[in-house]
């Protein structure tokens, strides 16, 4: 009985790895998707670390965090 314990213990214990690989995978989906739904609605007036605007409201459908790393990702990539 406590073999067969051990056994069901360490078949659980042996998928632990892969759920978290799992889950880091679903992480990275969803960060991909935010960068690139950040990138194709970039705006170049939205609020941002070099960019003074008047607009409350970022036009990126992201956010405010979406218009900096849109902003961010853009100029580390074009200034090259």
């Known amino acids: 009985m406590f073999a067969a314990h051990l056994r069901s213990a360490h078949h ?6 892969s759920r978290l690989n799992e889950a880091g995978a679903v992480v990275f989906l969803y960060v991909g ?3 690139l739904i950040s990138l194709a609605s970039y ?9 003074v605007t008047q607009l409350v409201k970022p ?3 992201t956010g405010r965090l979406g218009a900096l790393v849109s902003d ?6 074009i200034r090259w």
Request: hydrophobic share 50%.
């Open 33 to 35: 998707l935010f960068v």
């Open 12 to 17: 659980v214990l042996h998928h632990v790895p």
């Open 59 to 61: 036009a990126n459908l």
């Open 43 to 51: 705006h170049p007036f939205d609020p941002s670390w070099n960019t």
């Open 72 to 77: 961010w990702l853009r100029s580390a990539t």
